[in-house]
């Protein structure tokens, strides 16, 4: 098959989209600081930041001088030309939040969920979207990013596989559509994101090959390479915590025994806990007060500092599993459990890294905590309609006809 033909209307729209994302991530930035980082000439930065400004995607900064001539106008991303919302779909509740362009929080809801079934999710995403637009005009509203739990098979409507959840080919973005949602969708896996929250804001910035790892109620991983999340065939790439990490052990929520997820996910550290302690019923709190106060039992209970020095051990062994599998550059530890975790066990968590991992590639990777917080899956979400606009170099609700494109 011949190569395909660059078009002029190609060229404009990957111009656009250059100085547009340079702007987003690096901005305010001056006309020529423009020139220098894309490598477009001025004239092409003058008249693609001239369409920008006119569209409403860029607006003035402010100016700095300049060396013996007139001062320089910068230019950002302008905040206020639309927003986004981000909803983690996690399995004991939802998050949905509102931000402008600026990736400033604006409003935010929260539910719990129990169970999670997909009719109850789709009805609280609604709602939830419903109250955290109620301030703006939906015409504002660029589009809405829903990270959830499992694989997404992307394609005319998103469908979810989520088998700890019990989802089988649920059709998740057409039920949303019928609980009353008429804004642009946009699903993908809440670890993957988290991995692009961190890549544009946290802990990834600036490195080529990480690897994002969320541990909360479930496990998994964002694997980035070259700068793209890896997806494999069928998107289900990263699902990290259903890698075996002791043969013929604990059974898991998928089905299968010794994965990564029954040894450090929320529901299996409890678990291992209570029944360390000779009891098999679960606590009466959620899992994320059940993990805090293991936490600070263990300055006081032998028990608990052995759950905890063991979890950290089997989490720096399934890390070491990336390092040996991935030689990435950099591993970022996240999720609400994950951060827990880090916070009081980082050292023996990077030791028991060390120890399972080839010398070379460890030598190659730091390991750092996630830098956004429990909010990261929401934020990644909303990353997924600003990647649209950044992509496209124009409001990805509009055609590609737009006047500036053709």
């Known amino acids: 098959m011949p190569p395909k033909r660059t078009t002029v209307r190609d060229l404009r729209r990957q111009n656009r ?3 547009l994302s340079t702007l987003f991530f690096d901005g305010p930035l001056s006309r020529h600081e423009l020139g220098a980082r894309s490598g477009l000439s001025a004239a092409t930065v003058s008249n693609v930041t001239g369409e920008l400004v006119e569209d409403g995607l860029v607006v003035e900064a402010g100016s700095v001088d300049s060396d013996g001539g007139r ?17 983690d779909v996690g399995e004991t509740g939802i998050k949905v939040e509102l931000f402008d362009l600026g990736m400033t929080q604006l409003a935010a809801v929260e539910h719990n969920l129990s169970p999670a079934d997909p009719v109850s999710v789709a009805e609280l995403i609604a709602s939830g979207l419903a109250e955290v637009v109620a301030g703006v005009p939906a015409s504002t509203v660029l589009g809405v990013g829903i990270a959830v739990p499992g694989t997404v098979e992307q394609g005319p409507a998103a469908i979810v596989h989520a088998q700890t959840l019990g989802w089988d080919g649920v059709p998740l973005e057409e039920m949303i559509r019928s609980a009353g949602v008429a804004l642009p969708l946009y699903v993908e896996n809440g670890a993957k994101t988290q991995g692009q929250a961190e890549m544009w804001f946290g802990a990834g910035r600036g490195a ?30 990263g699902e990290w915590g259903h890698t075996t990490i002791v043969y013929g052990g ?15 996910g929320a529901e299996g550290i409890l678990d291992r806990y209570q029944r360390a302690r000779g009891s098999r019923h679960t606590p009466a709190s959620d899992e994320q007060s059940g993990v805090d ?16 020095e063991e979890t950290a051990g089997y ?11 991935f030689n990435p550059e950099r591993i970022v530890l996240g999720g609400w459990a994950g951060l827990a975790l880090g916070e009081h066990y980082f050292d023996r968590i990077v030791t028991a890294t060390r120890s399972h991992s080839l010398r070379h590639p460890y030598e190659q990777t730091s390991i750092a905590l996630g830098q956004l917080g429990p909010d990261a899956v929401a934020v990644g979400a909303a ?16 055609p590609l006809s737009h006047p500036h494109i053709a």
């Not at 990353?383 to 509009?398: E, F, S």
């Open 17 to 19: 989209s250059t100085l």
């Open 71 to 87: 001062p320089r106008v910068l230019l950002r991303v302008n905040p206020a030309y639309g927003h986004v919302v981000g909803v």
């Open 208 to 237: 080529r090959h990480v690897v994002v790892a969320l541990v909360g109620s479930g496990v998994g991983a964002a694997v980035v390479t070259d700068g793209a999340v890896y997806r494999g065939t069928t998107s289900s790439a």
């Open 250 to 264: 604990r059974p898991c929520r998928c089905g299968s025994s010794g994965c990564l997820e029954a040894y450090v």
């Open 293 to 308: 106060s293991l936490i600070q039992a263990a300055a006081t209970s032998k028990t608990a500092a052995r759950v905890l």
């Open 315 to 325: 989490l720096g062994a399934g890390i070491a599993n990336l390092v040996n599998l």
């Open 383 to 398: 990353t997924l309609p600003v990647a649209a606009l950044l992509d496209r170099g124009t409001d990805p609700r509009k």
